[in-house]
């Protein structure tokens, strides 16, 4: 792969999604400056900060934007202002959701995995959870978040409905990657209730036929939760809706030792985004403390879709790098040192110029010059 030059829309949005983002840029930008890439970074409004300066969570500028970029990279939205005013007219997950809508991001695909460099320093060592390595695709763009939703003053309804070809388009993505990892496919549902849910199972299983390679099982999703945790290597390739995968990616990001570790991708027919799979995490906000390594995983997944595949694995490498030296931020190690920046800074150094053998001031605060 030659040299590249490509648009990359940010939307920092709220919280601890600015601080998340800007170490995902510098170690996009150490990238860009190691393998000669030209990376252009342009900032928009999405979230509570869109809804405080027009009064939209999602400005046609944004939008707009969105269309014509290469990428996208999502840091998180939501503000305690909106969540603790169930009365409010307008939300920023509005933001969020429509961003997704328009878009047509309908498969969002979140990757979990055991890190052993943790496991090693952990009580957790030689349990159920070494090994395990999973890939959530999360349908985004239908389901109960999308449905009619009404109100009055003592009742409340929010729908829930798929259609065959919601089903049909993320399944092909699921069995496709299956195929291609572990020959193993979980389909997660409540059929034994939903209607839609068995449109799911139905679908699937008619689907299954066409991939006679990929062993295909069906859990009921309350199910699913306890076996995430009682026996989480037995998962490969996990297909369920939007709510459930929700619920159950935030749930397994135990599984690698925080929701500050995981990223995902949300692809559909035309740009697509990348974000950390937590939210805003407003209690962290200015303080230093958030997990930058979801958002930069993240960002080595755009890489992945650039087919920047070298580059994508030195990311991976220096993310597992700063596992295994410890930098880390305090909740996978609550007498760490080090804060958000720096732990983005390592990996960055790292990305720039190669191993390191031991985390050392030097390499943390100076050197950096070229891309902090
Ligand atoms: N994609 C998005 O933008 C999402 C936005 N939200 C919004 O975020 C706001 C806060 O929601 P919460 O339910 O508190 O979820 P959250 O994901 O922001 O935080 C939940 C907990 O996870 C941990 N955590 C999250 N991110 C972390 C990081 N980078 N490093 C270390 N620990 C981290 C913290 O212990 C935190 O209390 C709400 O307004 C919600 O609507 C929630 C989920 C996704
Ligand atoms: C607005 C919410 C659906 C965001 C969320 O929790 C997520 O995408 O994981
Ligand atoms: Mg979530």
Redesign the pocket.
């Known amino acids: 792969m030659g040299i590249l030059n490509k648009k990359i829309v940010v939307l920092p949005?709220?919280?601890?999604?600015p601080e998340?983002c800007n170490e995902a840029i510098k170690v996009l930008e150490a990238v860009a400056e190691r393998f000669g890439h030209r990376f252009y970074f342009e900032k928009y409004l999405m979230?509570a900060c869109a809804i405080d300066a027009t009064g939209n969570p999602l400005p046609e500028e944004t939008v707009d934007a969105c269309m014509e970029a290469d990428a996208i990279l999502?840091?998180?939205?939501?503000?305690?202002k909106?969540?603790n005013n169930p009365a409010a007219k307008v939300r920023?997950?509005q933001g969020?959701l429509r961003l997704r809508k328009s878009l047509g991001l309908y498969a969002n695909i979140r990757p979990v995995t055991a890190y052993d460099v943790l496991l090693d320093h952990s009580p957790l060592k030689n349990t159920r959870i070494a090994g395990a390595d999973m890939l959530i695709f999360r349908e985004l763009t239908g389901g109960i978040y999308f449905g009619e939703k009404g109100r009055t003053a003592d009742s409340a309804y929010d729908n829930c409905t798929y259609s065959r070809l919601e089903i049909v388009r993320i399944a092909h993505l699921a069995f496709q990657s299956a195929a291609l990892r572990r020959q193993k496919l979980t389909l997660v549902d409540k059929a034994n209730v939903l209607e839609t849910s068995r449109l799911w199972r139905e679908v699937v299983q008619d689907m299954a036929q066409g991939y006679p390679d990929v062993a295909v099982d069906y859990l009921f999703v309350d199910n699913a939760a306890m076996q995430l945790i009682l026996n989480p290597r037995a998962f490969d390739v996990i297909l369920t809706e939007n709510m459930f995968g929700d619920i159950l990616s935030?749930e397994a990001s135990v599984i690698a030792g925080?929701?500050?570790l995981l990223p995902s991708a949300s692809v559909g027919n035309h740009v697509s985004l990348f974000?950390?799979?937590?939210?805003?995490?407003?209690?962290?906000k200015g303080k230093g403390?958030?997990?930058?390594i979801?958002?930069i995983l993240s960002a080595a997944m755009m890489l992945e879709h650039f087919n920047l595949q070298k580059e994508a694995d030195l990311v991976k490498e220096a993310v597992h790098n700063a596992l295994e030296k410890q930098v880390l931020?305090p909740?996978l190690n609550p007498t760490s040192p080090y804060s958000t920046e720096q732990v983005g800074s390592f990996i960055a150094y790292y990305v720039l110029e190669g191993a390191l053998v031991v985390p050392h001031k030097s390499n943390i605060e100076v050197g950096l010059s070229t891309i902090i």
């Open positions: 949005g709220d919280g601890i999604g998340v979230g999502l840091g998180a939205i939501g503000d305690p909106y969540d920023p997950e969020l935030d925080s929701l500050g974000e950390p799979i937590h939210g805003s995490y407003p209690q962290a403390i958030a997990n930058p979801a958002a931020t909740e």
